[in-house]
């Protein structure tokens, strides 16, 4: 079943507002099993709302609809419908009884504009609306269905989940699961992974796989669509196992894991803690791995040391080093984690230094260029990047980095 | 001109990320004049799209689109276009490469895959990526004028604001001028803002007001309409300094200016310095701090310090009042502010402490509680906060908070 959502109001054509309706349905939707080929957005235009319900009905079984059912004039979704689909619009006397009610008690004066609100297309379904006066509808014919919901989310939000989805399993007889499960990568570019794994890609079938890149890290998701969740889970762990063998090393998390999340987990699991010196990260580092509750277990704290003053009289970095290698090197960054770890008598250190930019760069050491450094019971690691763009990336790159080769680091004790 | 925006993707269409570029690319070509009447999102793939984009080339007579610019073979979108409009596809040598540096400076490898960012409708206009490596293009053609830009808001917004607006620009002779300003306030709500200036709001013509809440900062945008830049601008500056009559305690700054910048400014004209010692906030603060280029001229560095035994140790909280008022008091906020102070030798130092949730409640000391001060030639000033919500937004409000107590603290100064 091909399903089309058209969200309609002039507020999401002029970008005053974020359309949040579309992808809320769409994930239910999905989830159910139909598939949403198609999204569109159209204003309170007769014409143009002709238009693109037209086209919808076309190329779509079911059109879900938002917005569009208020009591003003302008309010034209059900009247737009009514005359495609060739059908007279009546006064439903149950739905005007339920709006004057509503206003009854709220004490406010009904309008004779929100009679226009009960009016419904003749043989429609009515569905009652509990957070507002607009009741939605779902005209049948033929192979069409339409579904008309009211714009305010939290009225179709209501009405999707105790009237539409109930109405779409009946009517459909949807048995059946669909199940999803996100792999989370770190460290390979999207083309790179999807190079490693493009056989599946390609042959994908049942489960799917969808690679979505997301500030830098890249989630590989597999959906499985099958009778049971038992069946669903068999056919998702049996992909899985297939890609870990692939691409295994970069994945660092499952569904809603993040960096810091996974980080924290194994600190915990191994009982280990850690402090860090950060330097052109600013704090990022440990604001990450302080997002996660109860992460003073393993968390003792942090020296953001921009100056040398502070690497030296804080971190405990020597004056000769900073001489020697420049506060941005190999050697800097390993006395940074080094010296964090033994001031703040941790069982690990994080050291990272670099050049965020835009100014600061030097001969040979261009904007971009970092070092992080991981120092612990194993020794200490340290590691050089080129990160180019505007300082923000650069920093939430070097943070990632950090977290990542922090979690391998402990992974190997 | 009628305009149409296309975005293209999968996880549009599955639901799992919010579209935020047809917003802005919506709110942006409506200020230059455009009717952006209509949206629409459809996947990679190659029957729908081809459906979509015919529809809207009958439509519109600009076509603006996102995604499917990238290296894989769902990447589709200007192949579609090609193929609708009768054009070949050839490789454009300038951006393959633009496309081997990109990957070159990152020490990257370039994947075959890539080679297909480079491939280009012949007779189109080839649009730099000055934020990745997929080229924009604009085909010409008839009536219709088709733009296809990147997916990743950065880079969209980006190419937008400096070739795409420019191009439309000439190519349509806009005339007059469309002028907004920003006006970011922090510290009252929406409704209290709006109540402050309602009749403003309700009598606007030119310039409108409207309001915006983001991120527990209200900003108030004004956009004029006028035959010249200085008529626009005339107009703005009227009603900008009515508003300020009202509401001008709680403007901080004006158009992309945050906190952390207006107080990285304050500091210095000043030429002040400044130190933080951070317990609940993790090093967010300083995260944002930094996240200002050139903060090294006036951030000396920061304490994190989630362990008692840090505070006493690095920050220099003495243990006594600790024990007296525990970790999360107005004392030991101040303690906090004034050993970092001392310790850093900066003219001004923060202490940030409180209860991030969800859990280290203890009776009296609930989750949400904070204390912020500020330490500096002018005394020490502690405020108490008792913030509600998810760990995340206690974190998000109780940095917002402090760097607006130490906007006002240097104000005074």
Same mark, same amino acid.
């Given at each position: 079943m091909i399903v089309e959502i058209v969200t309609t109001g002039t507020e999401l054509l002029l970008g005053? #507002? #974020?359309?949040?309706n579309a992808p809320y349905m769409a994930r239910r939707l999905n989830e159910l099993g139909f598939d949403v080929l198609f999204q569109s957005t159209v204003g309170d235009n007769r014409v143009r709302m002709t238009q693109v319900l037209s086209a919808a009905l076309a190329r779509a079984d079911i059109v879900v609809t938002t917005g569009g059912l208020g009591p003003t004039q302008g309010d034209i979704t059900k009247h737009v419908t009514a005359e495609l689909l060739g059908r007279q619009m009546y006064r439903h006397e149950p739905s005007l009884e339920r709006i004057r009610s509503f206003f009854a008690a709220r004490k406010l004066t009904m309008t004779d504009n929100n009679i226009r609100q009960a009016m419904i297309p003749e043989g429609a379904i009515v569905l009652d609306n509990e957070r507002g006066t607009a009741p939605g509808v779902i005209v049948e014919a033929g192979k069409n269905t339409v579904i008309h919901l009211p714009g305010p989310p939290h009225e179709m939000e209501h009405m999707l989940e105790n009237s539409v989805i109930p109405y779409l399993r009946d009517r459909f007889g949807l048995q059946g699961t669909i199940l999803s499960k996100v792999l989370r990568t770190y460290g390979l570019g999207e083309s790179s992974l999807e190079e490693r794994i493009k056989e599946y890609v390609k042959n994908q079938g049942n489960p799917t796989i969808a690679l979505l890149a997301r500030n830098a890290e890249i989630h590989v998701r597999l959906t499985a669509k099958a009778s049971s969740g038992a069946e669903a889970r068999a056919l998702i762990d049996g992909l899985e196992g297939r890609l870990r063998e692939r691409i295994g090393e970069f994945i660092f998390g499952e569904d809603e894991d993040t960096l810091e999340a996974v980080v924290g987990r194994h600190l915990l699991a191994k009982k280990l803690t850690v402090a860090l010196a950060e330097s052109c990260t600013g704090g990022l580092v440990t604001s990450r791995i302080t997002d996660?509750?109860?992460s003073s277990a393993y968390l003792a704290g942090t020296v953001v040391c921009y100056s040398n003053e502070i690497k030296t009289a804080a971190v405990g970095v020597p004056e000769a080093v900073l001489a020697a290698h420049g506060a941005v090197s190999a050697e800097t960054a390993t006395a940074m984690a080094d010296g964090i770890r033994s001031r703040f008598g941790t069982d690990l250190g994080v050291g990272i230094t670099g050049i965020a930019g835009p100014g600061g760069a030097v001969p040979g050491k261009p904007v971009g260029m970092v070092y992080i450094a991981v120092s612990g019971p194993a020794g200490t690691s340290v590691f050089e990047y080129n990160f180019t763009g505007q300082r923000s990336f650069i920093k939430h790159r070097t943070a990632l980095a950090a977290l990542n080769h922090l979690r391998q680091y402990i992974d190997l004790l």
């Open positions: 005053q #507002i #974020i359309n949040t996660v509750a109860g």
